[in-house]
């Protein structure tokens, strides 16, 4: 399931104890596929460092992720420079609902995602958490839309009427 990430860095629960703290910096291709997950023209710098630590009813991810991206203005589509940042913090929950039992769902957002197999995707959190920090309507400040002017008569019967013109014209 990991090939279809564009980063992946799993840590085992059983591996957290007090706590655990890793430093996360991607090499170049790894930068270049996260690029293009995210559509994105460059990936020049992006690193996080992250803390999971025992918390009440589950465990804490949190940390700090810093990036040099390039995005595209959405209107003129020329590269948009982007400084990313960003502190985050996410709640983490094991549940083993038996299969008996009916599973609540919740639309909270405090909600603490749900840890599965013993095992938490480091790489993915970073990913997503550059994902959330992106403008995604990114616009160059001096960048203006200018709306196109209307055609005039549109309808088909204006065509056919242009059509009948010329072909006056044509004969005159």
Same mark, same amino acid.
């Given at each position: 399931?990991?090939?279809?990430?564009?980063?992946?860095?799993?840590?085992?629960?059983?591996?957290?104890?007090?706590?655990?703290?890793?430093?996360?910096?991607?090499?170049?291709?790894?930068?270049?596929?996260?690029?293009?997950?995210?559509?994105?023209?460059?990936?020049?710098?992006?690193?996080?460092?992250?803390?999971?630590?025992?918390?009440?009813?589950?465990?804490?991810?949190?940390?700090?992720?810093?990036?040099? #991206? !390039?995005?595209?203005?959405? %209107?003129? /589509?020329? @590269?948009? $420079?982007?400084?990313?940042?960003?502190? &985050?913090?996410?709640?983490?929950?094991?549940?083993?609902?038996?299969?008996?039992?009916?599973?609540?769902?919740?639309?909270?957002?405090?909600?603490?995602?749900?840890?599965?197999?013993?095992?938490?995707?480091?790489?993915?959190? #970073? !990913?997503?958490?550059?994902? %959330?920090? /992106?403008? @995604?309507? $990114?616009?160059?400040?001096?960048?203006? &839309?200018?709306?196109?002017?209307?055609?005039?008569?549109?309808?088909?019967?204006?065509?056919?009427?242009?059509?009948?013109?010329?072909?006056?014209?044509?004969?005159?």
């Amino acid at each position: 399931m990991t090939q279809n990430l564009p980063y992946s860095e799993p840590l085992r629960m059983n591996q957290v104890g007090v706590g655990v703290t890793r430093h996360l910096a991607p090499d170049e291709l790894t930068r270049a596929r996260i690029a293009r997950a995210l559509d994105l023209q460059a990936l020049d710098r992006f690193t996080a460092d992250v803390t999971v630590e025992p918390s009440t009813g589950g465990w804490r991810l949190s940390g700090a992720i810093s990036a040099h #991206a !390039v995005q595209s203005c959405g %209107l003129t /589509l020329e @590269p948009l $420079p982007v400084e990313v940042n960003e502190r &985050f913090s996410v709640g983490l929950a094991e549940t083993a609902p038996d299969e008996t039992s009916e599973i609540e769902v919740l639309m909270d957002e405090d909600a603490p995602d749900v840890i599965e197999d013993g095992r938490i995707d480091l790489g993915q959190y #970073a !990913v997503e958490q550059l994902a %959330l920090s /992106l403008d @995604p309507f $990114p616009r160059k400040p001096d960048a203006v &839309f200018v709306q196109p002017e209307e055609p005039g008569d549109i309808s088909p019967f204006a065509v056919l009427k242009g059509v009948r013109d010329r072909n006056d014209l044509g004969q005159g």
